[in-house]
Nanobody, 117 residues
């Protein structure tokens, strides 16, 4: 069983930056595409972006100018660099990973990001 743990969330002022991490643990980990999602209060969970094993990234159009996803396969970890944060970025941020064998999607527990005016 692969477990994902997000970290790096917190309270920041508008315009500042945060870097989130998502680390996978377990035995014989084989991970495919990994994704970041977020869920703001009272809203549906939305996709922030994704990164493949080879490092190809894709982002929600509205976030691509401020957010950057990277990956360290040796550490089974992905990162989400968030710059110029805005109050509307306030949400719980989750990561998800496609486990290749057995094939299933693992989710983290989420990390809270709060951006104040």
């Amino acid at each position: 069983q692969v477990q994902l743990v997000e970290s790096g969330g917190g309270l920041v002022q508008s315009g500042k930056s945060l870097r989130l991490s998502c680390a996978a643990s377990g035995s014989e980990i084989r991970l495919g595409i990994m994704r970041w999602f977020r869920q703001a209060p009272g809203k549906q969970r939305e996709l922030v972006g994704s990164i493949t094993q080879d490092g190809a990234v894709d982002y929600a159009e509205s976030l691509k100018s401020r957010f950057t996803i990277s990956r360290d396969n040796a550490k089974n970890t992905i990162y989400l660099q968030m710059n110029n944060l805005k109050p509307e970025d306030t949400a719980i941020y989750y990561c998800a990973a496609m486990v290749l064998w057995p094939r299933y999607t693992s989710w983290g527990q989420g990390t809270q990001v709060t951006v104040s005016d």
